[in-house]
């Protein structure tokens, strides 16, 4: 077990120019947690877990977001195990149902693709903190639409315009897990 912290300041929208001009904004989050039933069922085929599906449909509802692959610039996922980080490329709406690895190959999460994924490196790259692991997502999340990430990782679709990151965890097994979603942004209005 690795063990990790780390902290950040929060606060409400209203109080945010008081402590920096450029602050992100949280659009959307949300949580779900799954009934446990994966294992039970014959129908389950462990491709998606269907708790990130509805997450991201909540979080995506909040934020205003109707075309996560055009309206985001980055998502850093819980990329636990190499697979499952293809197959939450699927359940975000990041790519088509049993397509990730087509994408992941074209470039399309790449730094300078459509939606970079895990520009940071993801879980593993940080010996995956438990404790501080969401915390340092948000961080990437924050450097990254704020134009601050080292040049040698910074995202294109930043540059472009975009002004949305997502940031997802899960915690337990297929079919039986929660699925932490949030959608965070530069600007105030949707």
């Keep these: 077990m690795s063990d990790g912290s780390a902290d950040a300041v929060i606060v409400r ?4 120019p ?7 904004y949280v659009k959307g989050l949300s949580m779900v947690a799954g009934p446990g039933t994966g294992f039970l069922d014959p129908e389950y085929d462990y491709t998606t877990f269907p708790e990130v599906v ?6 995506y509802l909040q934020a205003g977001v109707t075309d996560p692959r055009s309206e985001l610039a980055m998502a850093e996922v819980h990329d636990c195990f190499t697979p499952t980080e293809m ?3 699927e359940d975000l709406g990041l790519a088509q149902r049993g ?3 087509k994408e ?3 470039g399309t999460f790449d730094l300078d693709g459509e939606v970079a994924v895990n520009p940071d490196g993801g879980l593993k790259s940080f010996g995956h903190p438990i404790g501080a692991s969401g915390l340092r997502m948000l ?10 990430a080292p040049p040698e990782r910074r995202v294109a679709a930043v540059e472009r315009g975009r002004k949305l990151a997502l940031t997802h ?3 337990g097994a297929p079919g039986a897990c929660v699925s932490f979603v949030s959608v965070v942004g530069t600007e105030l209005s949707n």
């Design 13 to 16: 929208t209203e109080d945010a």
């Design 18 to 24: 008081r402590y920096t001009d450029t602050p992100l």
């Design 54 to 59: 509805s997450s991201a449909a909540d979080a």
């Design 87 to 89: 197959v939450l490329m």
């Design 99 to 101: 397509s990730a690895w």
């Design 104 to 106: 992941v190959l074209a």
């Design 139 to 148: 961080f990437e999340c924050w450097l990254q639409l704020r134009d601050e």
């Design 169 to 171: 965890n899960l915690g």
